[in-house]
């Protein structure tokens, strides 16, 4: 399965992110506010588009100088991983790979090597419900302007070629190969999560112990804001406009989530909705929404999406085969199922 998350520039389409950052009475001071930040530590936010959504950053610093830099290299990190491993730049290592399809290995760097190998682990853990060769499924686009599914042969034809098992990696020569002609990667389900990482990474070497990162419903937080716990709502996929609860986080943590609502089109009363079924070429029929809460990425990275996929029932069970990990899943009979832990963590 693949989110499909980043787009090309440009590119409108209706997105409605189920976790979203509750920032309350925040100060947001100004970076040229030294002699402010010295008395009390500065709130700075600085927003940008990124893997085809908004990208947020927040922190709090009583360390003026080291605020600003510390921003424009997560920006800069965060930027180089993104086009790396985006399938719409022409240029872009995943690009490269999806050109080679079925003739030739491609050189790859470690961070590429790590996501596509945290890809295959989970593909293996859910049988397959998770998979990035999903970009295969070429005829879907949900870029706000495709009206009418496609074909019923060229889904067949693409759905065929779409199998984990044929990305091989070889670890030692650091290359990529997709085995077969006509297939295509799709990391929009795998590397957001830790490009977003990365960039938490970079405020931390810059001494930054306090901030938040939101990537279009994807929440990263570290420490406090101004002495008080982060707080993070989660949306109701059934009625979007509302919130299911409210989290307060502190120290490490991240809230990953996946709905149908989010990306979709009508086509004769039916949504057609972005997160596909690998095993039929077609949007999932399982739960409206699910939201995950942890403390990295790797214990969750593409794991939401899979659950989209396999349903409910089969959805806790992962949930219940990793410690650590706490879930929300809205189910498609509208039933609300939380674990033990996001059920004491949610206000």
Known sequence: MNRT????????????????????????GSAVRASTARAHPLVQRDSRALMGTQVDIVVESGDISALLPALEQAWSEMTRLSKMMSRYDADSTVSAINQAAGVHAVSITPELLGVLKAARNISTQSEGA???????????????NQTTVPAAEVIE?????VNYRELRLDERVGTAYLNK??????????AKLPILEAGMGVLKRHGIVNAMINGGGDVLVAGRLQGRPWRVGLRDPRAPQQL?????LEGQALVASSGDYERFFMYRGERQHHILDPATGRPTH????????????????????????????????????RPGVEALIVDRDQSVWRSQGMAAALT
Not at 13 to 28: D, Y
Not at 181 to 190: F, T
Not at 244 to 248: H, N, P, Q
């Open 5 to 28: 998350e980043d787009l090309p520039v440009g590119l409108t389409r209706r997105r409605i992110a189920m976790a979203i950052p509750l920032l309350g009475c925040a100060v947001w």
């Open 130 to 144: 998770f998979d990035i060769t999903v970009g295969t499924l070429k005829g879907w686009r949900f870029d706000g």
């Open 157 to 161: 034809y693409q759905r065929r070629l």
């Open 286 to 321: 399982g739960p409206h929404g699910v939201s995950l809460l942890a403390r990295d990425a790797a214990s969750v990275n593409g794991l939401g999406a899979a659950m989209m996929v396999l349903g409910a029932n089969a959805g806790r069970a992962l949930i219940n085969s």
């Open 181 to 190: 002609r006509d297939m295509a990667l799709d990391l929009g389900g795998v």
């Open 244 to 248: 299911i609860g409210v989290l307060a």
